[in-house]
């Protein structure tokens, strides 16, 4: 992975080149987990299994990172907006609008990634060190079928899930603090005026784009991993900044498109 | 939980999320739980309206406005009117009888920086209230874009103004000094004089007051009203008797018209010589009686020997003291000095 710079004395150039080569070979992995996700045969409980260690291990830890991510955005905005307009009536139904159009599913996506992408790239990177995947391949299955497609079957689902459950967090820390810190309460805090359907189209479908984004790049992360224990390591570290950077393009992609079929009001 | 199993655990957990999303979009889709009936407002103007924007009475939301439909100034026949915006308003049927025909319906926001709503002002209680599919003209917002774009050019023409006529406006202020110092002086001098002005100014007013006063006393006293009161009473009695008099007379004029076609040449002339004698007796009897009333009204004013006799008041007294006192002292008849 070019960002981490495994390799000493990487010149910029170098780097871009293997940018390019890294989203294509994700690209490579999302096609054949295109394929096998119409075609394969999956394990009996394998998603299950994926599912309960990438959502309900993570809830946790969503819930409290997405809490402290929604105090902090709404203290700060109306810090700033005080500064502005001596009105705070119009706050909640602001910060409602940018969490689902944006905040919750991309900020809370980063934290996901860190905590869901790591453990992929580590257990499958694992394989990959210890030969299982080796093994998998006399066998003639294909790995990204037996590892990388129940992952991100998951990853999409309890992705979308645990977004869906961080913003509502982000929602309700936001709202105590606005009452807590300038005096709006939760009736006025609550205000759905300026969400539209389009903004909830637009959160929901980053959700299940990130989710899936996590899956392939840590699981293409995890199987292209070699050198050991140190391997695994660098695998994990790779999977987590390529993850994060997949969230913040496909963030821009997404939003770009947004802008033209659901416009903000 | 420790007893569920592992699908039942992650279920639960994608089930709390779609009925959060569920509800979620159940509470943004504004789903109708009560009765609701339509609205149609014309605007011209609406300015940042969008569908699903609250419709408010005061503070408290009663509906939302379903549509925002451009007419472009197409002729509406149900109407008569040309609308170039027509928007939809759903209203809670709670309200119905609340919203009168004269209800106004205007373009506002939340505060500062809130959305467009539409506020209504219910109007007239006695008015009926509109019924659904009502079609009602809007009140547009002030356009604060076109009041800035004009006061900005009313700002620059002010400002070109004062700069082509900087001269000319030196010379103005200057003569209008000067004309108010010599008009300070003039009336520093005059002092005296303007004081005497005001102090025979406010003793005619005071006289014209006083006039007045006689005058309203006068007009309101009792020998005017009960003169009103005579002329009201013989204008009365006029209109009673004029109708049959004019019967009367209308008759007489048909049979002298009568008369007149039955009487030859010679009779005519003989007729006229007799009117002539007629007019010429009757200037006679005109002056005669001006002449008398010329007397009567030298009698009225107390003039004269017989004036003062029917008219003065203390003759009269004297002549009844006197009578009174020859009928207790009757030998005063025969008495002679």
């Known amino acids: 992975m070019a960002f981490t710079a495994r390799a000493e004395n990487v010149s910029p150039l170098a780097a871009l080149k293997n940018v390019l080569q890294d989203a294509l070979a994700v690209a490579r992995v999302g096609r054949r987990t295109m394929h096998y996700l119409i075609r394969g045969k999956r394990e009996p409980g394998s998603v299950a299994r994926q599912m309960f260690a990438i959502g309900n291990q993570s809830l946790f830890f969503m819930c409290i990172t997405m809490a402290f991510i929604g105090a902090i955005i709404t203290f700060q905005t109306g810090l700033q907006s005080k500064k502005l307009v001596p009105d705070f009536s119009m706050i909640g139904a602001t910060y409602l609008k940018l969490l689902i159009r944006d905040l919750a599913a991309s900020v809370g996506a980063l934290p996901l990634a860190t905590r869901v992408g790591a453990g992929i790239a580590a257990e499958i990177g694992s394989m990959v060190v210890t030969e299982q995947v080796d093994a998998l391949r006399m066998c003639a299955a294909d790995p990204v079928d037996y590892l990388v497609v129940p992952r991100f079957i998951a990853s999409v689902i309890m992705g979308t899930v645990i977004l869906i459950i961080g913003g509502f967090v982000a929602y309700g820390s936001g709202m105590l603090v606005a009452q807590l810190m300038f005096d709006v309460s939760p009736h006025t805090f609550t205000n759905l005026s300026l969400v539209t359907m389009g903004d909830l189209v637009l959160g929901v479908s980053k959700a299940v784009t990130y989710g899936g984004a996590i899956a392939l790049v840590s699981g293409q992360r995890g199987l292209a991993t070699f050198g050991g224990s140190e391997g695994v390591g660098w695998a994990t570290t790779e999977a987590v900044v390529g993850s994060c950077f997949a969230i913040i393009v496909l963030n821009l992609v997404i939003s770009t498109i947004g802008y033209f079929f659901v416009p903000a009001l | ?337």
């Open chain 2, 1 to 337: 939980m420790k007893g569920l199993s592992l699908e039942v655990r992650v279920g639960l957990l994608v089930l709390v999320a779609l009925v959060l999303l569920g509800g979620f979009v159940f509470i943004l889709g504004g789903v109708e739980l009560g009765d609701q009936y339509d609205l149609y407002v014309d605007f011209d103007n609406p300015g940042n309206v969008q569908p699903g924007a609250p419709v408010n009475v005061g503070s408290i939301q009663i509906g939302t406005v379903e549509g925002v439909e451009y007419w472009g100034g197409r002729l509406d026949p149900q109407t008569g009117r040309r609308p170039l915006i027509r928007t939809h308003l759903r209203v809670d049927e709670n309200v119905r009888e609340t919203i009168h025909e004269d209800a106004m319906f205007y373009v506002t926001s939340q505060s500062v920086l809130g959305e467009s709503i539409i506020a209504v002002d219910p109007g007239d209680p006695e008015r009926p209230a509109l019924e659904d599919g009502a079609i009602v003209q809007g009140v547009d917002p002030p356009r604060l874009d076109l009041a800035l774009a004009l006061a900005y050019d009313l700002l620059e023409n002010l400002s070109k103004l004062l700069r082509d006529n900087r001269e000319e406006l030196g010379t103005l202020l200057r003569s209008a000094a000067n004309m108010i110092r010599q008009m300070d002086e003039l009336l520093q001098e005059n002092d005296n004089r303007l004081d005497a002005i005001l102090a025979n100014l406010e003793r005619a007013t005071e006289q014209t007051n006083e006039v007045l006063d006689g005058a309203n006393g006068i007009v309101n006293g009792q020998r005017l009203q009960r003169t009103l009161r005579n002329v009201d009473r013989t204008l009365a009695s006029v209109s009673r008797d004029i109708d049959p008099i004019l019967e009367d007379v209308r008759g007489i004029t048909e049979q002298g018209n009568e008369a007149l076609g039955a009487i030859g040449p010679e009779q005519q002339d003989e007729i006229r010589t007799a009117i002539h004698e007629a007019s010429s007796l009757a200037e006679e009897a005109n002056a005669t009686i001006a002449d008398a009333r010329a007397i009567v009204s030298h009698i009225r004013e107390g003039r004269g020997t017989v004036g003062a006799f029917v008219m003065d008041e203390e003759i009269y007294d004297d002549i009844q003291e006197m009578l009174r006192d020859l009928k207790h002292n009757p030998w005063k008849l025969f008495w002679r000095e």
